[in-house]
């Protein structure tokens, strides 16, 4: 069975700082991996996505993620952060062909942002 | 603006009522899920429909039914609610075979007392 690991349940990061939030995926085909973001009382919004191809995907918001297969990780990474980066971060791993049968999330990582 | 329409948006039952949450998506997805969000424990798949006319159990179907109405509509209903039913609620929809990733709704907060 698919399942997703977000390791960091909640991260402290200052203004300005760099932020590289975790994501190990466990998956038995080639994955489909996802990172969303989540403003408080709000729906989840993709950042950036991976199918094939490059390792370094690029999303909005400024953020990227590497996906590196011996390691089973897709990591989401943002040189500079915002304080409107603060927010929850959610990874996910489909199947190959469109997650016909749903996304897996991860449990998610809290992103706290200080002055 | 196309997207995911969710209603209600809050609700708080009784325990032992029913009621029904609605989704509808107008980007003529085939895939739609329905999802809950719960406290440190990310969003657990209730039921899908991969298409108009199918539905299938997720991880945490026990409680729950749905209805995919047609293409637009996909529907959740919670015949007896119980408290353990507490939770935010997202709709999703997914076109199969483009790798888009999926589009959520902004969710129902349901509380059962």
């Known amino acids: 069975a698919q399942s997703v690991t977000q390791p960091d349940i909640h991260i402290t990061v200052s203004e300005g700082a760099s932020l590289e939030l975790r994501c190990n995926y466990s998956?038995?085909?080639?994955?489909?991996l996802f990172w969303y973001v989540q403003s408080p009382g709000q729906g989840l919004q993709l950042l950036l996505k991976?199918?094939?191809?490059?390792?370094l995907v690029q999303g909005i918001k400024g953020f990227e993620a590497e996906f590196k297969r011996s390691q089973s990780s897709f990591n989401l990474r943002k040189p500079s952060v915002h304080w409107s980066d603060a927010a929850e971060y959610f990874c996910?791993?489909?199947?190959?062909?469109?997650?016909?049968?749903?996304?897996?999330f991860g449990k998610g990582t809290h992103l706290i942002i200080q002055p | 603006n196309a997207g995911v329409t969710q209603t209600p948006k809050f609700q708080v039952l009784k325990t032992g009522q029913s009621m029904t949450l609605q989704c509808a998506q107008d980007?003529?997805?085939?895939?739609m899920y329905w999802y809950r969000q719960d406290p440190g424990m990310g969003l657990r798949l209730i039921y899908y429909?991969?298409?108009?006319?199918?539905?299938d159990k997720g991880e945490v179907p026990n409680g729950y039914n749905v209805s995919r109405l047609n293409k637009r509509e996909f529907s959740l209903r919670l015949e007896s609610a119980a408290p353990s039913q507490t939770s935010v609620y997202f709709c999703?929809?997914?076109?199969?075979?483009?790798?888009?990733?999926?589009?959520f709704g902004s969710g129902t907060r349901l509380t059962v007392v």
């Open positions: 998956y038995g085909a080639t994955p489909y």
């Open positions: 991976y199918f094939s191809g490059d390792t």
């Open positions: 996910a791993v489909g199947e190959k062909g469109g997650g016909a049968d749903g996304l897996t």
């Open positions: 429909s991969a298409s108009e006319g199918t539905t």
């Open positions: 999703a929809s997914s076109a199969i075979g483009t790798p888009n990733g999926y589009t």
């Open positions: 980007m003529n997805h085939n895939s």
